[in-house]
């Protein structure tokens, strides 16, 4: 064992694809398929919403207000804000092989805590988190969002783990690489065999 503590992200790693899920929101409103990643891509007034969103700075009807007119603006296409933050995240789908993974780690006595940047808090309904986790670190509740340095530590310490003692996966590089600047290791979530293979290896 060469980690002591298990931080891990939610949509991408414990769901299914966020891309995917906003891929299909933009297919059931005639938007085009990548119309969403595009935006936040290449609008910085878009990706600004998004972190304040994620830091808990702006609320859901603020951000789904000032999105919606960003996203109009750039497709043509109208598009509501009423419900859309609920809408941009409904395609996610629970990956039964990580939860049980997961759960799997924390019943070897190996802490974990699952450490997310919050798109509103509705996807998190479709998992069991205390079931899964000794604490969970939400952007939103600390007024910071990965890569921070800052959100990493705080997992750290309530895994009552060193830095240097956790293992992080995510499916951002860039996330990753702000774990890394304390000292983290890092698995970058490909598929689902990848990860699992390196949790073996990792926690035995």
Do not use: W
């Amino acid at each position: 064992m060469d980690s002591d503590a298990l931080l891990i992200d939610f949509g991408g790693v414990l769901t299914t694809d966020v891309f995917a899920s906003f891929g299909a929101f933009c297919a059931t409103h005639g938007l085009p398929r990548d119309a969403v990643g595009d935006l936040l891509r290449d609008d910085p007034a878009a990706a600004e919403l998004l972190v304040g969103l994620e830091k808990g700075v702006l609320g859901d009807e603020v951000f789904e207000t000032g999105f919606a007119a960003r996203l109009q603006a750039a497709t043509g296409v109208p598009v509501s804000p009423r419900g859309l933050l609920g809408d941009l995240t409904a395609g996610l789908r629970p990956v039964p092989e990580m939860l049980d993974a997961v759960a799997t780690v924390r019943a070897r006595g190996v802490p974990t805590v699952l450490v997310s940047n919050a798109m509103g808090r509705t996807p998190y309904d479709l998992v069991d988190l205390p079931a899964l986790f000794d604490d969970i670190v939400l952007s939103t509740d600390l007024g910071v969002r990965k890569p921070s340095r800052a959100i990493f530590a705080q997992a750290a310490a309530r895994a009552g783990v060193a830095p240097e003692r956790c293992l992080m996966v995510d499916d951002l590089a860039h996330n990753l690489a702000g774990a890394a600047r304390i000292g983290m290791s890092g698995h970058l979530h490909a598929d689902v065999a990848g990860t699992l293979a390196r949790l073996r290896a990792t926690f035995g």
